[in-house]
């Protein structure tokens, strides 16, 4: 047995070690540990240069106090852009001030003898986390390097150039060979050399020589991120000679294709050997910063497509002092789909706690105003009473050919029939976008439907939320795109976002403030009508009212054998259909219009009809979206009529629309207005 074997192996190891140190000096220094940051205490709000300055202690987990403090803008620009600035924070203050007026924050935490070490790092990382999520900056910044500051912000940008906007630096630091160490033409330093080798852990200066993460070295990442840079430079400067520092880092990083600038200070009272001078122009300090920090763009406020007039305090009143609401939204496809519905609910549930909501979604798709007048006691009215009313009908009444008068007729109708049962209703108009009316707009023009619209909300002074403009208007602004984020007047849920964000808007704005014991709900007064002949009181008539002739038949549970598409209430529901070989059909009624509601699919055909003893008209009941689907339209045959009796004669031709397959007619209700 050999005695002497433990013995050599340890002598290897030591030697091994020893071999590793003196070539791989980063094992050497101290490692640093990681660092969290526990609420910030004894935050106090103070003046600096004529802006709101918040100082502040962090501790981090090894209970090391660190000051800190930030300097808020008095109108932050959107996005909250900010500098980090490293060292002497009350030096040369005046680019940071010009800074803080156009919108910028600015930032400091006190590593003042950590000379940008690796323990400074961490801290200066968890510093970065805490302050972008507690103020909510920008997640890329400007750092401002004075002196010795080089050190930190060189470090910390190589380290972090995704978070890197530019990098201006005055005087730096960036080798401390030349300082402290003073190993060059640059004053030596001997207590922060000292501190210096102590806070990286270098047991030498040999140790300390051969340290290759200065501020001169390794740029590449930077240089390909084509971070900018900016040096001030004294060019007497004997203590931190720009000779072995900024000509040094510059030189190497245009090298590597980064870009970057220096300016020598030449002008006014050269101090502290050259290191201290006059900066020429702070205000190029601020533009450089300005230039190279991309600032978002101020998104468009929502109220500005927001029109209040009398409001709904009604429905804010009641869901207070009641607890009870009932809300209903009537419209189209838009309306029936889940989305900004679904939020509005979502938010008056969270807003009144304490209230009981009952929501009434009588959405359909393809349906407009004429439709919606109609079918407004059936489908909302008798539900109870309304106590908010949220209508949109502006995309369907364009696309389904309503003319302007009906726009304005059918829209009046439903506001003055849901008033007339419930003078106290709040009701509020949306116009929705879709791409004509995006067309519209950009020629400088307003749709013509919702001029059309708008001539009930201001009559009736009812608010109204204009969702086209608005949508317009932000993609315009390069907010979001059609084709990649809202893709169809049928939103995606970004798009349905985008409609809840406003309207949530304009329910925050309607129900701002306070109400008093002695608000009173008010009475909403009907004036004279725009139209006469508007549809206030229109209503669903049974298809068992008409006087069927011979061909004419109700089938009860009427579903398609095409395989073609049908909506609800549509399919499997009573049916009155009817053919070319049908004889007239007769409808009974008291009103002053009266018209069909039909299912309206691949063979729908052309019917002729007749009002008393009147000329007999043609309609053609077949769509541009017959083809596919039995779709549930509405055709209004007589306006204007004196409200007394009268009598529909309808019959089925042997005529049809060239992509028809067929001459029949099913309907699924009359409908008159009385």
Known sequence: ???????????????????????????????????????????????????????????????????????LPNKPLPGNPWVWRARFPEWHTQADSILLSRGFHIAYINTNNRFGSPKAMVIWDAFYQYITQKFQLSPKVALEGVSRGGLFIYTWAKQNPEKINAIYAEAPVCDFKSWPAGYGNGQKSDNDWKKLKAEYGFRSNEEALEWNNQPIHHLDELAKAKIPILHMVGLNDQIVPPTENTFQLVKRYINLGGPATIVPCTKGKQTLKGHHFPIETPQLVADFIIYNTPIPKQKIAASNYHQLRKGIRNSYMKFQRQKFGRVAFLGGSITYNGGWRDSICNYLQKRFPDTQFEFIAAGIPSMGTTPAAFRL???????????????????????????????????????????????????????????????TYRS????????????????????????????TDRIDAGEFTWENDFKNLHPSPFGQGIYSHSMLAFLDKAWAGFIAEDDKIQIHTLPNPIDPDSYHNGSLISIQNAKKSKGWKIVEKWKPNDKKGTRANYVNVPMLVGNAQSGILKFNFEGSAVGIAIAAGPDAGVIEYAIDNGEWQKQQLFTQWSKHLHLPWYYTLATGLSNKKHTLKLRVTNQKHSQSTGNTCRIRYFYINN
């Open 1 to 71: 047995m050999n005695i002497n074997k433990p013995q050599t192996i340890i002598r290897k190891f030591i030697a091994t070690l020893w071999i590793l140190i003196l070539f791989f000096p980063a094992l050497s220094y101290a490692q640093p540990q990681s660092v969290s940051f526990k609420p910030h205490v004894n935050e106090a709000p103070s003046v600096w240069h004529g802006f709101k300055r918040l100082d502040f202690t962090l501790q981090s987990n090894s209970n090391e106090n660190i000051p800190a403090h930030i300097v």
């Open 377 to 439: 006691q059936r489908d909302v009215l008798s539900k109870g009473k309304i106590d908010l009313l949220f209508e949109e009908a502006a995309v369907n009444d364009a696309s389904n050919g309503r003319t302007n008068t009906e726009q304005v007729g059918a829209m009046e109708g439903i506001i003055r029939h849901t008033l007339h049962v419930n003078p106290e209703c709040d009701i509020v108009l949306m116009h929705f976008v879709d791409p004509d009316k995006m067309a």
């Open 444 to 471: 400088g023009k307003t749709p013509q439907v919702i001029l059309n619209h708008e001539i009930v909300a201001k009559h009736y002074q009812l608010p109204s939320i204009n969702l086209a403009k608005e949508v």
